[in-house]
């Protein structure tokens, strides 16, 4: 990956030991081989050869970074190119499934300030909805710690959640709004942090975990509801928890966040977890 300081520097360090730095407009290029199992560091100030990775921090710990040879674009905005990202970088390569992956690590709610699940112009009542069941999704796999466990990273950001990073956080003031709104709260079950499964679209119901997965009689949160917004439509997705688009209904006829997740997420309370 290369990577390219923007508005301020970026040190490149590994076991905390800072082994170059970059002034804003200087890039570096790392690469894993393979073949020989090492790390290096290419380009600008930059020279290195390692076994261990290495790690990109921003000297302002939430000024945001570019990878230069990444491309992410942004289908409905000419030019646009999801290629920033706040706070810290790493190439990691993972024995367990042989992957290379680029792993962005951030504060929790800058991570959410990122997420790119519904459109800035959605009902405010829905981008609370959605963001506390993303938040409380995101921190369940984080205690847990399993979901990726083999590939050091908590969720990825195209499959468990859409997460595009800085560029999508800078165009979408309201989702960061509604991120702020919600700060630190999160759907709980018996006082217990619950997963919170959600999906694109219903067929007029929602399905059980056990009725999807497996061990239903571990998540009674999760038990079909009716959705009569979703009437006559097709199911997209998995069916289990809360459907974005009847939620996005409920959220236009003035339904409130909090009054949402409780009918989708049965028997559940709303808590927060920090401040």
Known sequence: MQIRAMRVPVIVQQNGTEVCRLSPGQDTVARFDRVNRVYTLRGGPCASQSSQWYVFRSEDSLAPMEIADFSRPVGWLPGANDNTFRTQLE?????????????????????????????DVSPPEFQRTLLTAARTYGLYHIQRGTKHANEFYHVDARYDQVYRGYGAEA????????????????????????????????????????????????????????????????????????SASGALDMARNGRRYDDILKYFYTGIELRRAYR
């Open 91 to 119: 190439l990691r390569y993972t024995p367990s499934t042989d992957a290379v992956w680029i792993i962005n690590e951030l504060p929790f709610e800058q991570y959410l300030h990122g997420i790119a699940e519904t459109s």
């Open 171 to 242: 165009r979408s003031p309201s989702i960061v709004a509604a991120v702020d709104a919600t700060r630190g709260q999160i759907v709980t079950y018996s006082s217990k942090l619950a997963i919170t499964p959600y999906f694109s679209r219903s067929d007029g119901r929602t399905r059980s975990w056990g009725e999807v997965w497996y061990g239903g009689s571990q998540y009674p949160w999760l038990v079909g509801v009716p959705v009569p917004e979703d009437q006559g439509r097709t199911l997209w997705g998995h069916g289990v928890g809360l």
